[in-house]
């Protein structure tokens, strides 16, 4: 007799796990430790944390918050309206503020619904609520999902988490540490929720501290974000660095995201700088997005500083800018001529070549008959770019 009630209890505790887990397949995916991605050999202890391990399984309660609160009344209402990208995000920000105060019945609402694509969006919103109060819970949580799930999901949690940076940072460190295979795919991830969150000098710090073999793709990220977001902060950054490696390792990002947020400001910087490399590889990315946004103003700044090797980098960029040569090739021929590296004139107008005489063979051709003083050098390197029925046609 004790047998059977003690099966009946065993019984009855399944089948509320079971019906818990039915609020969702999800939870197909929510693993074990043991089948879950390997972080590292390291723990959260290490890192001044300590993992709850009862969150390995979460058994979900659904069911009501508070009857006739007004949170419950707000939920109702966004529940039963007509779903447009509005109430969607309505109902991702509930869940985001329920989930830093319960977690629990949150989670169960955003794994209640029945549209996949919403799912994912409400289960992030709970994660990020959850995270800004309990960040290592969530985080369990987040690695434990399908390999197909948890990369937004630890996105969402180092979002939350954000709110207070150093909470992030340790997540993002514990993320990366030991020997994890996915070191560099996670402090991406860590990099792009601390930007998200407009912590950029902690995203800044995170890469600057990272493995030596990560730390220029981590800082080019962090530096890239923070400089497309807010240039001059950005700038201001890069300046105080004073160490030669990880400075050169700062500037590719900060003219890469400066390119995108202001190439003309960019530009002025660029040309504010000593002579050399760092010069050249700022006008290098400035120059094309200029001349995509303002193709007059470009040429007329370029102008006004005459002929310097070190414009060489950004005019040849912008000769070989594909947009360009499919419009107007003859235009880019012309930035390429201004090129003052004989090696590097050589290779734009042959790479403006290729496309041109494959594009447009009559075009080319017609181009070519109509500028009989080029010179010899420029003729040669049109030829040795042109496609190859042309060049061996005897038609350059």
């Known amino acids: 007799m004790v047998l059977s009630r003690l099966s009946i209890r065993v019984f009855c505790w399944l089948s509320s796990v079971v019906l818990a887990g039915l609020l969702g397949y999800y939870y197909a995916g929510f693993r074990s430790s043991r089948s879950g ?24 309660s659904p069911g009501p918050i508070a009857p006739g609160t007004d949170e419950e009344k707000s939920w109702q209402r966004l529940a039963s309206s007509t779903r447009t990208p509005k109430t969607e995000r309505e109902q991702a920000a509930s869940l985001e503020s329920l989930g830093a105060k319960d977690h629990v019945h949150a989670m169960a609402r955003a794994l209640a619904e029945p549209n996949l694509r919403l799912r ?42 954000s709110e207070i940076p150093e ?10 540490s030991g020997d994890s295979p996915l070191a560099k795919e996670y402090g ?45 902060a950005a700038l ?21 995201g400066w390119a995108e947020a202001n190439p003309v400001g960019l530009a002025e910087y660029a040309w504010r700088l000593p002579a050399g490399a760092d010069r050249a590889l700022a006008l290098g990315r400035a120059l094309p997005n200029w001349v995509t946004l303002d193709p007059i103003a470009a040429s007329e700044w370029l102008n006004s500083r005459g002929e310097d090797p070190n414009l060489d980098v950004g005019i040849s960029s912008v000769a070989m800018m594909p947009s360009l040569v499919a419009h107007r090739p003859e235009v880019a021929v012309e930035w390429a001529q201004s090129i003052t590296d004989v090696t590097m004139r050589a290779g734009a107008l042959r790479s403006i070549a290729e496309q041109w005489s494959h594009d447009a063979p ?17 003729r040669q390197a049109l030829a040795d770019g042109a496609a190859p029925t042309l060049s061996t046609g005897g038609m350059l």
């Open 236 to 256: 201001r950054a890069f300046e105080g660095i004073t160490n030669p490696e990880v400075r050169s390792r700062a500037l590719q990002g900060l003219v890469n």
């Open 362 to 378: 009559a075009a080319f051709r017609q181009w070519l008959e109509r500028n009989p003083n080029l010179s010899t050098s420029d």
């Open 37 to 60: 991605p390997q972080v590292s050999s390291a723990s959260l202890a290490d890192h001044g944390a300590t993992l709850p391990m009862s969150h390995r399984l979460i058994v979900l």
């Open 120 to 161: 994912e969006l409400f289960r992030n919103a709970v994660l990020r609520g959850w995270a800004s109060t309990a960040p290592d819970a969530a985080l369990e949580f987040a690695m434990h999902l399908s390999e197909t799930d948890n990369r937004p999901a630890i996105r969402a949690v180092l979002v939350g988490a």
């Open 188 to 232: 991406l991830l860590a990099i792009a929720a601390l930007s998200e969150s407009g912590e950029f000098e902690s995203a800044t710090r995170f890469a600057a501290g990272g493995p030596a073999d990560l730390c220029d793709e981590w800082l080019n990220e962090a530096f890239s974000q923070w400089s497309e977001h807010d240039p001059a």
């Open 167 to 176: 909470n992030a940072l340790r997540l993002a460190r514990y993320l990366t």
